[in-house]
């Protein structure tokens, strides 16, 4: 059986002989923001790296605010020395970038995994729910499935414009379902299809959604829940790329639009034992009431991670399928949970309520983290929407008493970590503060 650093010299050495023009490769990690930062390393420097040389990036890199700035955050960034930390190589994620001008490579990078993992690295955090659910006999199955809005390349004043209809040069202003969208746009959605294959990523289904412009686009269920965050993750890098080549924007912002639907990331979970069996079928489906319960009571204190800046909160209360309460209901795209309808074998939920923006691995992590405590709980859930529409508990849609709700939560500090839950809540505070510093200009309109 190969060693580790065998299998990755040997993944290096074969992306080198079928790629033989590519001379340098995109090192990359997710940060809190859910932006990607990295090194660009030499092609031949990846195979020192991969047969076991160091790799170290600067800890704080992790703690990026949404603009790219750092902010203090108890002693990191400005009174820790800001350290280097260990990164290692993701097997299998070495890929070629098919959407720059020259040829180019990329691979995943994570400190979870080495000697020191940074606690606040989002990957690092989920493979700590993964773990601990491993420990216990627990193995979940996830799916994402991802909205996005393709624009115009050129912005009007800043603002986004329609993209252009390829058959008729026309705005795409108008929103629906129709499945000939998918056909008008055919070129570049394909070419996000392929590139994302390309990846190594497992998508399917590929919808027309009702915004104008905008796409939804489903992965497979994948039994590693890392992996299934890394395509959501990847996904959106490529898209964004692919569509600059094709003359337009593709953005997962969540709302774009006030008077068009926003764009979600729905998460598909289910959970099984070391044999095969579903979970939450178990008993008849009392599992599954528990688990519900679960996310519903943890999903209040976790809405910091679900909608991650000040426009994932506009997104909330929408006008279309966007929940304004933590609820749940058997097939009801208005409920937060929903429970699709499926064969024991497939019994799962599909939690509804994170934005496309948020970080895909700090969304899966605190869903698995509600499922666990439901599971653990063993409460019941309130009434679903099924039998009562006015169901539902109320959730924070501010950002800093959505960061009260969550920093001193018990639960949510022992599922996903103490240190955390600190950095990540001051995190969002400093970047909702830095957000407010600049005056916009309805407030001249309004006041001067």
């Not at 170290?56 to 949404?66: W, Y």
């Not at 890929?95 to 989002?122: C, H, N, R, Y």
């Not at 991650?308 to 949970?337: I, K, M, Q, Y």
Request: net charge negative; charged share 25%.
């Amino acid at each position: 059986m190969k060693s580790p650093s065998a299998n990755l010299l040997a993944e290096v050495r074969t992306f080198r002989q079928n790629h033989p023009d590519v001379r340098y490769v995109d090192l990359i990690a997710l940060d809190i923001a859910g932006h990607f930062y990295g090194k660009r390393y030499p092609v031949e420097m990846l195979e020192k790296v991969a047969a076991g040389g160091p790799l170290k990036l600067p800890q704080n890199a992790v703690l990026l605010g949404a603009q790219g700035g750092l902010f203090k955050i108890g002693d990191y960034c400005f009174n820790d020395g800001d350290p280097d930390a260990n990164r290692r190589l993701v097997p299998g994620t070495l890929k070629p970038v098919s959407w720059q001008s020259q040829p180019l490579g990329q691979m995943l990078i994570t400190s979870d995994g080495t000697e020191a993992p940074i606690e606040f690295e989002p990957r690092e955090v989920l493979a700590n729910v993964l773990e601990r659910l491993h420990l216990k006999g627990i193995h979940p199955v996830v799916a994402f499935e991802l909205e996005f809005y393709l624009f115009d390349k050129k912005l009007d004043n800043g603002l986004p414009q329609f993209p252009r209809d390829p058959l008729s040069d026309d705005a795409d202003d108008q929103p629906n379902l129709h499945i000939e969208r998918l056909s008008r746009f055919g070129d570049v959605l394909d070419d996000m299809a392929q590139t994302a294959r390309a990846q190594g990523i497992d998508i399917t289904v590929i919808t027309a959604e009702i915004g104008p412009g905008q796409f939804e686009i489903n992965f497979g269920h994948c039994d590693d829940g890392l992996r299934a965050a890394d395509w959501a993750a990847l996904f959106c890098r490529s898209t964004r790329g692919v569509a600059l080549k094709h003359g337009y924007r593709a953005s997962f912002m969540a709302k774009p639009y006030l008077q068009f639907p926003g764009s979600g990331m729905h998460v598909h979970v289910s959970l099984y034992d070391g044999a095969g069996n579903n979970l939450l079928a178990a008993h008849q489906q009392q599992p599954l009431r528990h688990a519900v319960a679960g996310c519903l009571a943890l999903l209040p204190h976790c809405m910091p991670i679900f909608a991650p800046n000040h426009n994932a909160l506009r997104r909330l209360g929408g006008t279309v399928n966007a929940a304004t309460r933590a609820s749940w209901g058997f097939e009801d795209r208005d409920a937060c949970v929903r429970i699709p309808e499926s064969d024991p074998r497939n019994l799962r939920i599909e939690h509804r309520l994170a934005s496309a923006d948020a970080n895909p691995y700090l969304v899966l992590a605190a869903i698995l983290a509600g499922l666990e405590h439901g599971l653990e709980a063993r409460q019941e859930p309130i009434a679903p929407l099924n039998e009562d529409r006015s169901s539902g508990t109320d959730f924070p849609v501010e950002m800093l008493d959505a960061v009260r709700a969550m920093h001193h939560q018990p639960v949510v500090r022992d599922k996903l970590g103490a240190e955390f839950v600190e950095v990540y809540c001051e995190n969002k505070r400093q970047d909702h503060l830095a957000f407010q510093q600049e005056i916009h200009a309805r407030e001249y309109r309004w006041f001067l």
